[in-house]
């Protein structure tokens, strides 16, 4: 599901990320966080607002990092 998310509109993803996000059971499989953060790069880029939403879903520690990392150097420090 991940992966195919990659390969929908943006605007798209964010329902479907927010939940696969939930899982924190994910957090220690070797490839579903680079997956999910693959899928959600261009969202987070892109739509800042959403991104801290989808940021408050998150359960994956890994991914969470992603998102603040880009949210701090892309999107929200050029407001």
């Known amino acids: ?3 195919v998310l ?4 943006v605007e798209r993803r964010w ?3 927010t939940a696969l996000l939930q899982h924190a059971g ?4 070797h490839n579903l966080p680079a ?6 790069e261009g969202g987070v880029a892109t739509d800042p607002d959403r991104a ?6 998150c359960r994956i520690p890994k991914v969470r ?11 929200l420090a050029a407001r």
């Open 1 to 3: 599901m991940a992966s």
């Open 6 to 9: 990659q390969r929908q509109p």
């Open 15 to 17: 329902d479907t990320l």
């Open 26 to 29: 994910d957090a220690g499989d």
């Open 35 to 40: 997956l999910y953060w693959s899928a959600a």
């Open 52 to 57: 801290l939403t989808l940021l408050r879903a």
């Open 65 to 75: 990092e992603f998102i603040v990392r880009r949210l701090a150097t892309g999107s």
